[in-house]
C-alpha cells in the first residue's frame, strides 16, 4: 500500500477514492471535513511550526527576565548576594526548571 503526504496527513495513494473526486474537488477538501468522522482537523494550524515571531517573543521575554533577576540580586543585601553568587543556587534552579519542562513535554498527550 503506498502512502502520500499531504498537509492534512498521509493518505493511501491505491484507494480509489484518493484521486480528485468527479465533481472536480480534490478528495484532500472532503478529507478535512470535520463532519466526515475521520479524525482528521480541519486546519494544520495546531500543527504549525513557530515562527520569527514567536521566538522573538521568547528572546524577549528571557532577556528580560535574566535582566530582572540580575536588579533584584542587586538590591539584596551582601548575606543574599554571596548566596547567590557563592553557592551552586543558580544551577539548582536551572535543573529543577530543565527537569520539569522534559517531564512535561514527555507526559504531555499527543494531539487526537
Do not use: C, Y
Not at 14 to 34: C, F, I, L, M, V
Not at 81 to 91: A, G, S, Y
Request: glycine share 12%; aromatic share 2%; proline share 10%.
Amino acid at each position: 500500500m503506498a502512502e502520500e503526504r499531504t498537509s492534512s496527513g498521509l493518505r493511501s495513494t491505491d484507494d480509489p477514492g484518493s484521486g480528485p473526486e468527479p465533481g472536480g474537488a480534490p478528495a484532500a477538501a472532503s478529507a478535512a471535513d470535520p463532519s466526515a468522522g475521520n479524525g482528521h482537523l480541519a486546519d494544520d494550524s495546531a500543527l504549525r511550526a513557530p515562527g520569527w515571531r514567536e521566538v522573538l517573543l521568547v528572546a524577549v521575554a528571557i532577556v528580560a527576565i535574566s535582566l530582572g533577576a540580575a536588579a533584584v540580586t542587586g538590591l539584596l543585601p551582601p548575606a543574599g548576594q554571596d548566596l547567590v553568587f557563592k553557592t551552586p543556587l543558580v544551577i539548582v534552579v536551572l535543573l529543577v526548571g530543565t527537569i520539569g519542562l522534559m517531564v512535561r513535554l514527555a507526559m504531555r498527550r499527543p494531539p487526537a
